[in-house]
């Protein structure tokens, strides 16, 4: 066997390379390579021979190739539910509720086939305590308490179940790896053994990931590009609801989430999330508006907050939370030029409700609404959401899948809806009860709402 020489890893992004460098040529992070030692390869590996080929045409695609998990929100994220033979990696905050979900999910999952959980951090008794609390009694759920992968892996290989979770990937050791625990070459290295029990057996795995203090997934980047999906979980540490958001997913859409309310017995998933976001709006409060975004498929109004106040600094504060900073100061600036407010010496705060993060420029017209709002402090007519793309030119530009949205703020209640104008070509207005009101630019928005003011 050949011996391997020692290289050079970033501990954020995987580069190698074979003398120590301040910074990552491939991710700009500094101070991040470690030294370590690669696992040899044995002789012979690789030797170029010839593997046989099927052409596509004569692959046979199984018609029931995915797992559903119990819950309609998870499955709509997974994009239909969990792939046969799929590696996906699951990461959020400590004690945001990924343990939770999993065992809620095997809980369902448990009701047809034979799923193992292989706990990396918790004993037996410890998940026994936790899986009573949430009335996880399936008597195909079987529990392995191990941080040893060569020992995990061959337990998947003698009981041949349908679904693995490991929880999770950061505490597993594989010995041929030669480090310790959690190390950028014990995640990729296991990852890459599970990577491929779950493609030769045609298993199921979910990874549990840790995320650092940035809130990145904590290992390799490389341990990202490996697996199938990759599913973020956020939320507030204290409110009581989670969002379960798509990062990356070869099997479906990459921008749905999924909204969950933590209970004292596990999670429960909401399945109407605009009407969560809006129950606590307040009546007759000026700086308030409502949009409606796309989540992937899925229509959700979200309410957007604007403050305005009389700054007592040199130079004003700007703060925006749920809204990016610099898209935050572009609307300001095109307010001052194009409809002639002036924000020079005021602070202005911009706050998305319900912790959602609005990164669609739909979102722009009922910021700039709101803004104007919290300046004239005149609260916008009840029943009236806005939606709208806004260019440097005071332009409001058209949006995606306008009649669906339409569609949710009606059902929601809503009498009136600015959009642009553009987006009604070919729009039949008959068909709404709300009253939909076209627009051209940001003037003609702040008019429209004067009139009904």
């Not at 997934?217 to 609801?241: C, K, N, T």
């Not at 229509?299 to 809204?323: D, K, N, W, Y």
Request: proline share 4%.
């Amino acid at each position: 066997m050949a011996k391997a020489k020692d290289v050079y890893l970033c501990s954020e992004c995987g580069y190698e390379t074979v003398k120590w460098l301040g910074k990552c040529p491939s991710c700009g992070s500094w101070n991040s390579f470690s030294l370590v030692t690669p696992i040899a390869s044995p002789a012979g590996r690789g030797s170029g021979r010839a593997a046989p080929v099927s052409p596509i045409s004569g692959i046979a695609a199984e018609e029931d190739i995915r797992y559903y998990t119990g819950l309609s929100e998870l499955d709509r994220v997974l994009g239909g539910g969990l792939v046969k033979g799929s590696l996906v990696l699951l990461g959020g905050d400590p004690g945001i509720g990924k343990s939770t979900l999993l065992l809620q999910i095997c809980q369902s999952l448990g009701e047809s086939l034979k799923v193992l959980y292989v706990s990396g951090e918790e004993s037996s008794k410890q998940l026994k305590l936790r899986a009573e609390r949430l009335e996880v009694d399936s008597e195909r759920l079987f529990v392995l308490c191990c941080g040893d992968m060569d020992t995990v892996l061959a337990t998947i290989r003698a009981e041949r179940p349908a679904v693995v979770v490991i929880d999770s990937i950061q505490t597993m050791v594989l010995s041929s790896a030669g480090s310790s625990a959690g190390s950028v070459t014990q995640v990729r290295e296991c990852a890459n053994a599970l990577l491929a029990v779950a493609k030769e057996n045609d298993i199921s795995i979910i990874l549990v990931g840790h995320v650092t203090k940035e809130g990145n997934l904590a290992g390799p980047r490389i341990l990202e590009h490996m697996v199938d999906a990759v599913f973020q979980f956020e939320g507030e540490q204290h409110h009581s609801y989670r969002l379960l958001r798509a990062v990356k997913n070869r099997y479906g859409a990459t921008n749905e989430i999924a909204v969950f309310e933590m209970q004292d017995k596990g999670l429960k998933q909401v399945a109407n999330p605009s009407a969560m976001l809006l129950s606590e709006r307040p009546e007759g409060v000026s700086g308030s508006c409502v949009v409606c975004v796309l989540e992937g498929s899925r229509p959700i109004l979200a309410e957007v907050q604007a403050l305005i106040t009389r700054s007592g600094f040199a130079s004003p504060r700007r703060m925006a939370t749920g809204f990016d900073y610099n898209r935050m100061s572009l609307l300001l600036a095109v307010l001052e030029k194009r409809a002639g407010y002036t924000f020079a010496n005021l602070d202005a705060y911009v706050n998305v409700v319900g912790g959602l993060r609005l990164d669609e420029p739909a979102s722009d017209l009922p910021i700039a609404l709101a803004l104007v709002s919290g300046l004239r402090d005149k609260p916008i007519p009840a029943g009236m959401l806005a939606i709208g793309e806004i260019g440097l030119g005071g332009e409001i530009r058209s949006v995606i899948r306008i009649e669906d949205r339409i569609r949710e703020a009606e059902r929601l209640g809503f009498t009136r809806c600015l959009v642009p104008q553009s987006s009604l070509t070919g729009l039949e207005l008959k068909r709404f009860k709300i009253k939909v009101v076209g627009v051209r630019d940001i003037v003609e928005a702040l008019r429209s709402i004067a009139d009904n003011s």
